[in-house]
């Protein structure tokens, strides 16, 4: 992919844009620590959704300290990060940085880690959601015209391709996405969203050995390590 660092959108999966985020290139969100389990209306905190979130794949521990915070303000963060980046259809941004119809989450909940596993980068995000928002999320799909798209950074244009496909046994439904380079070998984005209780779930692999299989196997140690915290 261009560049050696995949930016995390931290509402749902990460982008292959050139810019600091994932584990070894810096970057990340403020944390909160203070928050209740619960906010006034029932629904989970940052804080919580914080300590859900796995503290090692394959025996690696976490690159940094996890990161939470709203939704909104994580996206925010890296919208700015990524603002020298020009994506080509225009309409695409969206599906190239998120993937999924992440609008409804709003202002809720969320929390970050990430991990360097051999030379594999590795995400989980976890925000607090409605069952209906959360429907809404999994209900959007990469539009048809950005099933290929291209990403200009510092002059240089890159083209990639974006597939996506619903899976079952991992929540109450869940979905992979793939983006990879059209025209060359290059390490290969996975990413999985799945719906939970009262929250949303992703990981996300990049790197020479992502597959649909290790995302996959991730994402289903994540979700039993993610409710049985938040149960």
Request: charged letters at 10%; proline letters at 3%; glycine letters at 10%.
């Amino acid at each position: 992919m261009a560049g050696s660092c995949w930016r995390i959108a931290s509402g749902l999966l990460l982008a292959p844009v050139a810019v600091a985020g994932l584990a070894g290139c810096g970057g990340g969100s403020s944390s909160s620590s203070s928050a209740a389990t619960t906010s006034a209306n029932g629904a989970l905190t940052s804080a919580t959704l914080r300590q859900a979130l796995l503290t090692r794949v394959n025996g690696v521990a976490a690159a940094a300290p996890a990161s939470s915070g709203t939704y909104s303000s994580m996206q925010a963060a890296n919208s700015k990060a990524a603002s020298g980046i020009q994506v080509t259809p225009k309409a695409c941004a969206q599906a190239a940085t998120v993937g999924f119809n992440s609008a409804a989450l709003g202002t809720a909940p969320a929390a970050a880690v990430t991990f360097r596993v051999g030379t594999n980068g590795v995400s989980e995000v976890l925000i607090a959601s409605s069952a209906k928002s959360a429907a809404t999320v999994l209900a959007g799909h990469v539009p048809a015209e950005c099933a290929q798209y291209q990403e200009t950074i510092g002059g240089k244009t890159y083209a990639y391709d974006i597939k996506e496909k619903t899976i079952s046994g991992i929540g109450e439904q869940a979905r992979v996405l793939n983006v990879y380079a059209a025209s060359a070998k290059s390490d290969e984005m996975w990413s999985l969203v799945y719906q939970a209780k009262g929250f949303i779930g992703t990981v996300t692999v990049v790197g020479p050995n992502a597959t649909e299989q290790a995302v996959t196997e991730l994402g289903q140690q994540a979700y039993a390590f993610a409710t049985k915290s938040l149960s």
